[in-house]
């Protein structure tokens, strides 16, 4: 009797640890910071390295990086799915209004997929690369570290008219902000965090014309006490013309990531329209103070700001069997022949 009970207990045990690894495959399905731990330890370092060299080389690029995975997360989600060219039904969302001679940074992604794939083949997604290089890039620049969570997978296409959709525009309203910004679960304080990317980088002169030609809008009337400003912007960038121009997004610290960006707007001299409305058209003036903290803060805008990117990075993710790693992120793989 004895016997039996024992074998009864052992065969149960081993049902429990069945199904405990069962449940822990199934656990593929989450991400987490240490995920390349075991199969590729030397990733994030290997990442690090090369965006330091990039952005060593033009710090603009900094800013560069950080944007490509706001606009891939935006687009169907944190997927890579902006990385795609044109091929077979592939329509590449690079060629969207908000990213067409925009977007750029492809060649450092290149390189580092490439140094990857050398060490540890069809192992890191493109998604989380996008992930890694957008917190090194701002750390780098001066602003916060966060940890990434990790376990993307890539996306099999791309969404051509998601880009053109979801994209904020330059000029948006604040009302067509907050829209933009909740189709993607994230709400009023990841918009003013996440806009304080506007911190360093540059924009186009065609990103910004309308709001310093534009005399007839009410709200506009705010940055009239600021002549020396506009007539700045507008010496540089004429009624026509000079389309492609760049000028910083932050005239006080161009290349670094602070919180001037906030002091900037509070001043009417944010660069962008889709910028100023925060001040200018928050009747109610719940962003408004988030301004002012951020501006009278910086730990707090940093703090705030890494918490809406680890939220914004995890915006539908592909993760387990979803999706696949990509050895070329510009391509999806190659079909594997049936046997």
Known sequence: MELIRGISLMILALFFL???????????GLLYSDYYKESCPLAEEIIRHNVEIAVLKEPRMAASLLRLHFHDCFVM???ASVLLDNYGDIVSEKQAGPN????????????IKAILEDACPYTVSCADILAIIARDAVELRGGPRWEVQLGRKDSLKASFNGANQFIPAPNS??????KNFQAQGLDILDLV???GSHTFGKSRCSSFRQRIYNNMDEEFDY????????GMLRSFCPRSGRDNAVIPLDFITPARFDNKYYINLLQGKGLLISDNVLVTQDHEGTI???VWAYASDQQLFFN?????????GNINVLTGEQGEIRRNCRFVNPATPSK
């Open 18 to 28: 069945h199904g405990t690894e069962a449940d822990s495959s199934n656990n593929s």
């Open 77 to 79: 989600g944190c997927d």
């Open 100 to 111: 067409n001679n925009s977007i750029r940074g492809f060649g450092v992604i290149d390189k």
């Open 173 to 178: 309203s604040l009302e067509t902000l907050i």
């Open 193 to 195: 965090a996440l806009s």
């Open 223 to 230: 940055y009239k006490r600021y002549k020396i400003f506009n």
């Open 288 to 290: 408004v103070k988030r």
């Open 304 to 312: 705030s700001f890494a918490k809406s990117m680890i939220k914004m």
